[in-house]
């Protein structure tokens, strides 16, 4: 028996079937998507020659300011990182549900791009992307980089230097992403959360929002968090688990 088949009989009484009916998905996803493609968690990621270095002294404006070449340089060993992984079958399940309800919408707290990488559309990035690059100063977004020898390289707009293009510890998530995703919650008829801490917020509000707003509040995660009080079905285990369930659930009923 497959692990799918073996999976969809441990599906809650009824779970099934909401979800095949249900068209307004959001999906909100954290680290434990990734953690199956082998993406250390931001905390985990400090070993060999950064495991001196505390990553969330790392990760801020002012150390970008004080030492822009080390923090560049320490962003570029975990892109090198992230480069070597592949999408995961949660993050291909979560690309074949949204081909197969139109109505999803996609929040991802990660800026390891493996949703894009899966074939998932339009997908509401909250921290970034770490494969993007902008600059410090202006902000423009880099689509080359003229000296990729150059620690960090310098934005071809106005020669201010070339940063991750990722939200750091004291800078906001953009506002048209919040709004958007604020927006799917109120409308959404299923919320579903995916390896996230749910500690987090603006992310952590939006099941508070789908709660209610009516949507049905389904939590997947190895772990109990503060979201399993508010969840309507808790799913404890992988996400490369319970995802290809869930979507082969709804591609049988559509089929």
Same mark, same amino acid.
């Given at each position: ?51 001196? %270095?505390?990553? %969330? ?6 150390? !970008?300011?004080? #030492?822009? $070449?080390?923090?560049?340089?320490? %962003? ?18 979560? $690309? ?13 707290? #990660? ?14 990035? !909250?921290?970034? #992307? ?60 299923? !919320? ?8 987090? %917020? ?54």
């Amino acid at each position: 028996m497959s692990s799918e088949n073996a999976l969809a009989n441990q599906l809650p009484t009824g779970l099934g079937g909401q979800l095949v009916k249900a068209e307004r998905w959001l999906i909100l996803t954290g680290a434990g998507v990734s953690a199956d493609s082998g993406v250390p968690t931001f905390r985990d990621a400090q070993t060999g020659l950064w495991a001196r %270095y505390d990553a %969330y002294s790392l990760a801020t404006p002012a150390a !970008f300011a004080e #030492n822009p $070449a080390l923090v560049w340089d320490w %962003y570029q060993w975990r892109r090198r990182l992230i480069a070597a992984a592949k999408p995961n079958a949660g993050h291909q399940s979560i $690309a074949e549900l949204a081909a197969l309800k139109p109505g999803l919408t996609l929040v991802t707290q #990660n800026v390891d791009g493996l949703h894009q990488r899966a074939g998932s559309p339009e997908v509401i990035e !909250f921290h970034g #992307n770490i494969g993007r690059s902008k600059c410090f100063d202006c902000g423009t977004v880099a689509t080359s980089i003229d000296e990729p020898d150059r620690r960090p390289p310098v934005c071809s707009i106005c020669d201010g230097l070339l940063r991750p293009d990722v939200v750091w510890f004291g800078e906001s998530i953009s506002l048209p992403a919040i709004e958007a995703a604020y927006a799917a919650a109120e409308r959404s008829e299923i !919320f579903l959360a995916v390896g996230t801490s749910s500690l987090v %917020y603006p992310a952590a509000g939006l099941a508070e929002v789908a709660a209610d707003a009516g949507a049905l509040i389904v939590e997947l995660n190895l772990d109990q968090t503060p979201m399993s009080a508010l969840a309507d079905h808790v799913l404890v285990g992988p996400a490369a688990l319970w995802l290809p369930t869930i979507a082969a659930c709804v591609r049988e009923a559509v089929s």
